[in-house]
């Protein structure tokens, strides 16, 4: 498929964080900071997962991809847009900003799989503990994670067949810090309608339905919980509430980017910001701060590399 045969336009304009130079400098050092500890805090965890014998559980496992996907998507978007704050013109091609889009909804229809799968495994764990094991065979979680990732490339092609063979031959000019389906599509020499409907009704009902579903498998558990008599409300609590901050971070920008009226929140660069920087650094922390036996098992191996080291 060949852009150049129905296109003048080459490359789009990314008017990004505009204000003083100083400001610039301030959200580079910033950003720059975040997606270090982005992909320091996701790393250290797949790392984690993967050698420590006391977290290779079904739990952990679906945590470790999670870890993966989250800076995969942090990545797609975060190095171009830190690099733009440094320069006076910031231009994506064409071609590049297709790239940008395709990876995004790829990443993301992932999470959001992965996501229901996690919400699975709690709810066997929680409410059927006897059959955990059982159930949370490592056929069903191989089996979650290939469905995750077929998702994601099925959720992305489906918009992005429609979208890399429109015309662009008026406006470049896009007033946020990376490339996204609203914005592209507005800027396409057709009519776009049916189209923008369509990208609200594949990304933005999709986030929506999911995030519900969520909300109402975690609500399903705390009544399950509630309705045994040995009690233990609390511990379900505890142990739901990492993985709803995580779900509600995840999904709440979704919901306004996607959902909202394309005029009213295409542009909105606060969102996009939260959504592809912060939420990836958020996890890791949720999930480690608030999780004592992963804090045990990186204080282990930690322990364990600096009596090696000593040895050798």
């Not at 505009?18 to 965890?45: D, K, R």
């Amino acid at each position: 498929m060949d852009l150049k045969n129905g296109s003048v336009v080459t490359e789009f304009i990314l008017l990004g964080f505009s204000g003083q130079w100083e400001l610039q400098i301030f959200f580079f050092v910033t950003f720059s900071l975040i997606y270090s500890a982005t992909v320091l805090g996701n790393t250290l965890i797949m790392v984690t997962v993967t050698l420590s014998s006391t977290l290779h559980s079904p739990m952990y496992f679906l945590l470790r991809n999670l870890s993966f996907l989250d800076m995969c998507l942090s990545t797609v978007t975060t190095p171009k847009m830190i690099t733009d704050l440094l320069n006076e013109h910031k231009t994506i091609s064409i071609w590049g900003c297709m790239t940008q889009m395709f990876f995004m909804h790829f990443f993301g229809g992932a999470e959001v799989t992965l996501l229901i799968a996690m919400a699975f495994d709690r709810y066997v764990a929680i409410c059927k503990p006897l059959h955990y094991r059982t159930i949370m065979s490592h056929r069903l979680l191989s089996g979650f994670v290939i469905l995750s990732w077929t998702i994601g490339f099925v959720h992305t092609m489906s918009q992005m067949v429609l979208t890399v063979n429109l015309p662009f031959c008026g406006p470049n000019v896009m007033d946020n810090i990376f490339c996204d389906l609203p914005l592209v599509i507005k800027l396409a020499c057709v009519d776009t309608y049916t189209l923008e409907f369509f990208v609200i009704a594949d990304s933005g009902m999709l986030s929506f339905i999911c995030f519900i579903l969520l909300l109402v498998s975690y609500t399903v558990i705390l009544i399950t919980v509630q309705q045994r008599p040995s009690g233990g409300l609390s511990k379900a609590l505890s142990i739901l509430s990492a993985h709803i901050i995580v779900v509600t971070l995840f999904f709440g920008p979704c919901i306004f980017i996607y959902v909202w009226p394309f005029n009213s929140f295409a542009g909105n660069k606060v969102l996009a910001v939260f959504y592809t920087v912060i939420t990836p650094l958020l996890n890791p922390i949720i999930y480690t701060l608030r999780n004592q036996k992963m804090q045990g098992a990186m204080s282990k191996l930690q322990f364990q590399h600096v009596i090696s080291t000593q040895n050798f």
